[in-house]
């Protein structure tokens, strides 16, 4: 993590990827069910395009609604910068935190290296930004597992959990 507040996180990883093996893997139904916590998501890679992402089964034995996580594309610039709003749906108070600015940036580097930059601005949702951050016990490890799991099954073919 390189940054952390109340209002603002901010996560970097490099990943031994190219940009667009990354973009794929963040944009792509296919690919979003195979890491983090595997919730197949759409989007509609436009600005104004829809942004969803669905229960996994897992999700779904602890009574999770069928889309855990809803938004709206706001800039869609592949393979380099997806700008999203994100809103948790499985928690009623995180809901009511309302839709929160997501964004992703991709670099490519030296040695076929990428890097990969997440920015969720959570001004007025101490909730939400206490879920994505890890740091409540027994609900997974937010943005840090996702981004960690997204880099081993780029860099090595399988998830974490695998």
């Keep these: 993590m390189a940054k952390?507040?109340?209002?603002?996180?901010?996560?970097?990883?490099?990943?031994?990827?190219?940009?667009?093996?990354?973009w794929q893997a963040i944009t792509s139904t296919e690919w979003t069910k195979k890491y983090g916590?595997?919730?197949?998501?759409?989007?509609?890679?436009?600005?104004g395009g829809r942004y969803?992402?669905?229960?996994?089964?897992?999700?779904?034995?602890?009574?999770?609604?069928?889309?855990v996580v809803d938004g709206e594309v706001v800039e869609c610039d592949p393979p380099r910068r997806l700008v999203q709003t994100w809103r948790a749906l499985w928690d009623p108070?995180?809901?009511?935190?309302?839709?929160?600015?997501?964004?992703?940036?991709?670099a490519p580097g030296p040695g076929g290296v990428s890097s990969l930059t997440l920015t969720?601005?959570?001004?007025?949702?101490?909730?939400?930004?206490?879920?994505?951050?890890g740091e409540i016990p027994q609900a997974g490890g937010g943005w840090c597992y996702v981004l960690s799991d997204l880099k081993t099954l780029l860099e090595t073919g399988k998830a974490m959990a695998a």
Excluded: C, N
């Design 4 to 22: 952390k507040s109340d209002a603002t996180q901010v996560y970097k990883v490099w990943i031994k990827a190219t940009p667009e093996a990354i």
């Design 37 to 47: 916590y595997a919730a197949p998501a759409e989007y509609e890679l436009r600005a």
């Design 120 to 133: 969720h601005e959570l001004e007025g949702a101490p909730k939400t930004a206490e879920q994505v951050s």
């Design 93 to 106: 108070a995180m809901a009511a935190e309302g839709a929160k600015r997501l964004t992703w940036e991709i």
């Design 52 to 67: 969803r992402a669905y229960a996994s089964e897992e999700m779904k034995k602890f009574g999770g609604p069928d889309v």
